[in-house]
């Protein structure tokens, strides 16, 4: 015996021409939690795959509890206990708790009918250390994303799970939810199950792993202790350069107000919310998950129009009853969700880009084809897109160049102001500072730009000013120079701006 609950040594994969994994090493101890850290495409999606049998390797070998193992599915994965679960819940959402839990593997009554009444006892037993409160008759559909994890870890252990992948398991979490999450990972390791946990965070790597193994360009690069690395270090090995500072300096000159917005409210979702915004200025927004800042710039969009207030675009008061409309006056909105809102993942990159100023490259009712490529290319030549060709889909980019793809199609549009809706959600490190180089750019070009973060750190390097709210209110404002992630959060967590209704 080695010592070690899984081994991949010297493992290769290939798709095409294009290696995926290369020569690639890792070792997991049992009952141990290990991060595995690297930019998107560094290799790590195509590691899960292997190690669960959705892909199998080219050379190199996979050893469990000692002994060569070669998987020829997810099945055989799952028989000796190895499990993932991925950012994206792949539950049956019409199906209850229980039925998610025991797919497959039915317990049934002599007679051969399925024993409902042992499932949902034996369903409550498992999701009792982990979340006692989750009703096991209930709908998937109706859980939150969180609750949607722990069912899926609950099956996972109903499966005697030796094995845990967890993928981004924080992206979609509130901060509350993502504290729930770590003490299930606790939970798990008390139990001698051992944990693989894929993020993009560090807060994620420093709060639940001990160990830490960083992938880039498909290569292993190394594992360290997380005590006896400093994050400086981790994000050098993790991108392959410095990073001088992860906020690059900017140097825009601050105009005149662009977007200014006067007691805006819709019943139910926010209140009273006024601000403004200059030309070459970044106003950062942030807050706990839920507190309105998504629906208050939705509303300025167009998306749910507000009940009551003012809108008022270089001092001229206007009304946006659609996204269309606001386009046309001069807003652009980069949404949360890329996936859903975002980007057509069936049509290439360019059509992408134009999607949304359709009639500059029409004429007479022709499209001129030729001219939507090439201002395409010449917008992602611009923010230094990273893929095979401006005809290849959205689906074959990281996570950091489909957020590029949708910057292209923002500047494709004539626009004044830019509303940046978590604009570096689920992008790795290098990719985030890209980001941040791209938002200083078209500051300097005299864009008024709103940043909505929920990280606190990249409030403070990225802000002019910043704003927070709290249950659909705006709490406070601050200047950059008077700001700090303490004030912040009290400012964040203040309730004064509630009244009686």
Known sequence: MSGYVLELKDVVKTFGGVTALNKVTFRLKKGEVHALMGENGAGKSTLIKTITGVHKPDSGEILYNGKKVEFHSSQDSAK??????YQH???????????NIFMGQEIKKKAGFYDWKAMRRKAKELLAPLNDSIDVNIHMSALTVAEQQTVEIAKALSRNLQVLILDEPTASLTQHECEELYKTVGHLKEQGVSVIF???????????ASSVTVFRDARYIGTWDVDSITEKELINYMVGRELEQMYPERHARI???????????RMGRFKDVSFYVRSGEVVAFTGLVGAGRTEVFQSIFGVEPADEGEILLEGEKVSIRSPGEAFKLGIGLLPEDRQLQGLVYELPIYQNVSAATQDKFTSFGMMDVQ???????????KIALKAESIQATPNSLSGGNQQKVVFAKMLNCDLKVLILDEPTKGVDVGAKYSIYEIVNQLAEQGYAIVFISSEMPEVLGMADRIYTMYNGRITGEVHIDDAGQELLLKMALNKKGESEE
């Open 80 to 85: 000796i206990g190895i499990a993932a679960v």
């Open 89 to 99: 819940v792949t539950a049956f959402p019409t199906l209850s708790v229980t039925e």
């Open 371 to 381: 001219k939507e490529k090439d201002v395409s290319a010449k917008l992602c030549s």
């Open 198 to 208: 894929i993020s993009h965070r560090m807060e994620d790597m420093y709060r639940v």
């Open 255 to 265: 105009g005149d107000i662009k977007l200014e917005v006067r007691r805006l409210t």
